[in-house]
């Protein structure tokens, strides 16, 4: 039976690296959820759709020629053929991502194609991490392993502003903390990822570097 693991938590969190390190210890396959309202994003404003307009963006969302690769080593996204993979994070996209992720047609596009994802990696590569927002509690919560990554607010900008900027002096944790702190407030009336759900294991990364994050999750889905 294939083993479905879901993370879920805010920006900065590590989510993403822990999770495709997780995925590879195991050798299962990964989904980066977030990677799909980014894509979106990508496609509407090289199209010219103005985010705004929902029924547009609703309609963006269900003729996506997006293409997702498995692979924790290689995560491919493409448009058509086209690697968007470095486009889909630059800070513009980020900017008004969440503009996306808070049309309730666009989740329910993207939560049904998650699903349907989950399902075919699984079985694939024997399991999968799924990685996001409300995977834990909207999109797998039937999910054989529930974890909800989280890191002190300080913790969480350190580490972005240190992947964004190469530091986290003051002026660059300070650059760092408008995008992201509005980004989560946006976010989290959509999702529910600032506490962990019923049944969901709460793990704080406050403390732990990057192999400590690994190794505790690795634990979590063991036991
Ligand atoms: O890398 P970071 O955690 O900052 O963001 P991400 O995982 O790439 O997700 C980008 C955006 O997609 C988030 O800010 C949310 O607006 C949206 N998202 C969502 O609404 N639900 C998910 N399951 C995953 C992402």
Redesign the pocket.
Known sequence: QPVVVAIDGP?GSG??SVSRAVARHFGYGYL????M??AVTVYCLRQGIDLSDADAVVAAAEELPLGLGADPDDPAVTLDEEDIAAAIRTSEVSAV??AV?TNLGVRAVLQDAQRELIDAIAEDWGGVVAE????TTVVAPDADVRVLLTASEEARLARRSTELHGSADEAAVAATHDQIVR?DRD?ST??QFTEAADGVVLLDTSALDFDGSVGALVEIVTA
């Open positions: 920006s989510k993403s980066d959820t977030g990677a309202y980014r991502v969440s992720a996001g927002r409300d995977i980004r976010d959509v999702s």
